[in-house]
């Protein structure tokens, strides 16, 4: 049958949850940039991984995605990704009820293109429809001031750092940003200490 990215994701993350060869893993990072970026915003919300494993923390980074699935019954039924939903047992309403829930930011440049910041407003209207005054608990939406379409500020800001350890002291984010995640394209996979990553630089849904 034929797989899509969604499933080759689903595979990996499985893989290093359930293996036993990652014992220590506590926390799985998923990450975008740009067409990347636009290919996790759309796992960040489909996915059922994550429904597997409630006690392993999962954070989405998105970052300078060009447009955006949105949270509705309409394009969420579109042929794209309706197999994918079909493959886990997932419909439209139960796609939207686990994304109330997950912790996502999103990220662009404050002079990016006009339009991918148009795009990102009207997606976080609509998240506030969906999710509520308290939407911005999981999720957050932030324009980097000055930066344009650059994957290492992006990365390398503070909002960024926040997100995925809060006020921890721990190393794991800067060994992750020397490491090489911001190369401009490529798929990477990092393990640190606790923690998986998950990387997507360039690449769209397939």
């Not at 039924?77 to 309706?82: D, K, M, Q, V």
């Not at 994918?84 to 309403?93: I, T």
């Not at 139960?94 to 407003?121: F, H």
Request: net charge negative; charged share 25%; hydrophobic share 35%.
């Amino acid at each position: 049958r034929d797989l899509s990215t969604f499933d080759y994701l689903d595979q990996i993350i499985e893989y290093v949850l359930s293996s036993g060869d990652f014992p220590n893993v506590k926390e799985v990072w998923v990450m975008g940039m740009s067409a990347g970026g636009r290919l996790m915003q759309r796992y960040s919300m489909l996915n059922g991984v994550q429904n597997n494993y409630p006690a392993v923390d999962f954070k989405y980074v998105c970052k300078a995605i060009p447009d955006y699935l949105h949270p509705n019954a309409e394009a969420l039924s579109s042929s794209s990704i309706r197999e994918y939903m079909e493959r886990k047992g997932l419909s439209p309403e139960s796609v939207m009820e686990q994304y109330r829930t997950r912790e996502i930011l999103y990220i662009t440049g404050s002079k990016d293109a006009q339009k991918y910041l148009e795009n990102m407003d009207a997606f976080e209207a609509e998240v506030g429809d969906l999710c509520g005054e308290n939407h911005k608990e999981t999720k957050l939406f932030y324009k980097l001031d000055g930066a344009g379409h650059s994957e290492p500020s992006l990365t390398k800001s503070k909002m960024v750092k926040e997100f995925l350890w809060g006020n921890s002291q721990n190393n794991a984010v800067n060994d992750y940003i020397v490491a090489g995640n911001c190369r401009d394209a490529g798929s990477n996979i990092y393990t640190l200490s606790r923690t998986i990553v998950v990387e997507n630089a360039t690449s769209d849904i397939s």
